[in-house]
T-cell receptor, first 114, second 113 residues
Framework: GAGVSQSPSNKVTEKGKDVELRCDPI?????LYWYRQRLGQGLEFLIY????????KSGLPSDRFSAERTGESVSTLTIQRTQQEDSAVYLC????????????FGEGSRLTVL | SQQGEEDPQALSIQEGENATMNCSYK?????LQWYRQNSGRGLVHLIL?????REKHSGRLRVTLDTSKKSSSLLITASRAADTASYFC?????????????FGEGTQLTVNP
């Protein structure tokens, strides 16, 4: 596609449920990043992929968070047993490769945990 | 603590005035980038300045970098109401070259018509 696509754009869930957030990067971009943004705050790094590998998982806040990427394309961020503090906008970005400066962001998935 | 910290947190100006936002960081960098975020949207890349560069221009944007002071500034000249947005600096650090950008908390710019 022309840009980074994320789905769903909005998700409301109940505490304790699992959620999956999807990211379609720009075609041909080998690097893919997930960030979390709480209301009125900056971006918190979660994880990045180079190809299908995740060399840096240090930002994942707990073992309830996991992510995978297949076919050097689509990535899924899964949050298990959601908690209210997981409420945030989850932003995905891609870049041509890991050493390229500019990141292209999607519009984000807004998660609300009741 | 944040690698990049923007100052001020909020800035309100009149159309036509210049807006200056500052960013400070702690560790050595490969490059520093500025992004813009309209309310409820994703981030859009504005400009990248490498560690060996001191100044860069793009349209009405001017970015400076002072590696000795570990600081950068973003100047928007002749501001317009459409420039109203949050502006973030992001640092690409030598320890994690290319693997992540670390973002600051942002400056909320309001340009009044």
């Amino acid at each position: 596609g022309a840009g980074v696509s994320q789905s769903p754009s909005n998700k409301v869930t109940e505490k304790g449920k699992d959620v999956e957030l999807r990211c379609d990067p720009i075609s041909g971009h080998t690097a893919l990043y997930w960030y979390r943004q709480r209301l009125g705050q900056g971006l918190e790094f979660l994880i990045y992929f180079q190809g299908n590998s995740a060399p840096d998982k240090s930002g994942l806040p707990s073992d309830r968070f996991s992510a995978e990427r297949t076919g050097e394309s689509v990535s899924t961020l899964t949050i298990q047993r959601t908690q209210q503090e997981d409420s945030a906008v989850y932003l995905c970005a891609s870049s041509l490769d890991w050493n390229t400066g500019e990141l292209f962001f999607g519009e984000g998935s807004r998660l609300t945990v009741l | 603590s944040q690698q990049g910290e923007e100052d001020p947190q909020a800035l309100s100006i009149q159309e036509g005035e210049n807006a200056t936002m500052n960013c400070s960081y702690k560790t050595s960098i490969n490059n520093l980038q500025w992004y813009r975020q309209n309310s409820g949207r994703g981030l859009v890349h504005l400009i990248l300045i490498r560690s060996n560069e001191r100044e860069k221009h793009s349209g009405r944007l001017r970015v400076t970098l002072d590696t000795s002071k570990k600081s950068s500034s973003l100047l928007i000249t002749a501001s317009r109401a459409a420039d109203t947005a949050s502006y973030f600096c992001a640092t690409n650090t030598q320890e994690t070259s290319g693997s992540r950008l670390t973002f600051g908390e942002g400056t909320q710019l309001t340009v009044n018509p």
